[in-house]
T-cell receptor, first 112, second 114 residues
């Protein structure tokens, strides 16, 4: 069963606008969430994370929001840049580490 | 560069052959993970080590797959009697043992079984 879901396989936005990538999870035991970015032929690169005790974490242009009651998180990128074009994976873990459970990914395309 | 290193980057093998991949983690990281990624999917967990101890294995890791981390440093992943369904990107990652912390990934080994 898919415990972490990214229901949008792709997203296209204009440069300078906001990109919003969504992620839903089913396992209420998850208590730490991460976003990774992946370029073709490279491994995933860590972007930003959030603990379940918070509802928002911000790092420069990237903000992650967590809604525990809805089991939903989102990544906001403002302003979007062409270099942000990549596949974005949401991941979750629990019990202080161990394996990451990944979503299927969303391919973001930022057009100049 | 002191990131996670994987070798080889690409491997083409005939069905039924054995293959072995190597991963060198970031030197101070005592956790090491193996994942598999197929087209259109996110990375799927295979196994992980804390130092030399293999702490968890996924049910995806059939008896044809074996992983080792003999001295708690580098790790190898061996696939015996490869099948076409084994074709995928095999990713290695490492992290510190500090509770909640991000894992750093290597560039992966692309396996093609023909």
């Amino acid at each position: 069963d898919q415990q972490v879901k990214q229901n949008s396989p792709s997203l296209s936005v204009q440069e300078g606008r906001i990109s919003i990538l969504n992620c839903d999870y089913t396992n209420s035991m998850f208590d730490y969430f991460l976003w990774y970015k992946k370029y073709p032929a490279e491994g995933p690169t860590f972007l930003i994370s959030i603990s379940s005790i918070k509802d928002k974490n911000e790092d420069g242009r990237f903000t992650v929001f967590l809604n525990k009651s809805a089991k939903h998180l989102s990544l906001h990128i403002v302003p979007s840049q062409p270099g942000d074009s990549a596949v974005y994976f949401c991941a979750a873990l629990y019990n202080q580490g161990g394996k990451l459970i990944f979503g299927q990914g969303t391919e973001l395309s930022v057009k100049p | 560069d002191t990131g996670v290193s994987q070798d080889p980057r690409h491997k083409i093998t005939k069905r039924g052959q054995n293959v072995t991949f190597r991963c060198d983690p970031i030197s101070e990281h005592n956790r090491l993970y193996w994942y598999r990624q197929t087209l259109g999917q996110g990375p799927e967990f295979l196994t992980y080590f804390q130092n030399e101890a293999q702490l968890e294995k996924s049910r995806l890791l059939s008896d044809r797959f074996s992983a080792e981390r003999p001295k708690g440093s580098f790790s190898t992943l061996e696939i015996q009697r490869t099948e076409q369904g084994d074709s995928a990107m095999y990713l290695c990652a490492s992290s510190l043992d500090l509770g909640y912390t991000e894992a750093f990934f290597g560039q992966g080994t692309r396996l093609t079984v023909v």
